[in-house]
């Protein structure tokens, strides 16, 4: 029932580099736009990227902006989000979550409609 897949996570020492990639199931990513999410425990799901449908504009949070990049290959039915200089801040579960075609105005979790079950990224030495 699951419609996303994220895979990629894991330890990573400050200053290390993860590619995290969001495949989708049962259905074709081509008109959905996809966004990245993260969750640390006791803080609120927020968005840290958002790439739309055909791929042409991207968001990011200041959070993570100059570090990560978003990218989608539709003929893999996959999106990606590569996280470079990475610090203990960066420490959360990781959900891709689709919309149709365009990235949220207001970047909130009930704006989209299929999630995959996270993955684990940790940053620490």
């Known amino acids: 029932q699951l419609q996303f897949v994220e895979s990629g996570g894991g330890l990573v020492q400050p200053g290390g580099s993860l590619r995290l990639s969001c495949a989708a199931s049962?259905?074709?990513?081509?008109?959905?736009?996809v966004a990245w999410f993260r969750q640390a425990p006791g803080k609120e799901r927020e968005e840290i990227s958002c790439?739309?449908?055909?791929?042409?504009?991207?968001s990011y949070a200041d959070s993570v902006k100059g570090r990560f990049t978003i990218s989608r290959d539709n003929a893999k039915n996959t999106v990606y989000l590569q996280m470079n200089s990475l610090s203990p801040e960066d420490t959360a579960n990781y959900y891709c979550?689709?919309?149709?075609?365009?990235?949220?105005?207001?970047?909130?979790?009930?704006?989209?409609?299929?999630w995959g079950l996270g993955t684990q990224v940790n940053v620490s030495s």
């Open positions: 790439i739309s449908a055909s791929g042409s504009t991207t």
């Open positions: 979550a689709a919309v149709y075609l365009y990235c949220a105005y207001q970047h909130t979790p009930s704006d989209y409609d299929f």
């Open positions: 049962r259905f074709t990513l081509d008109n959905w736009a």
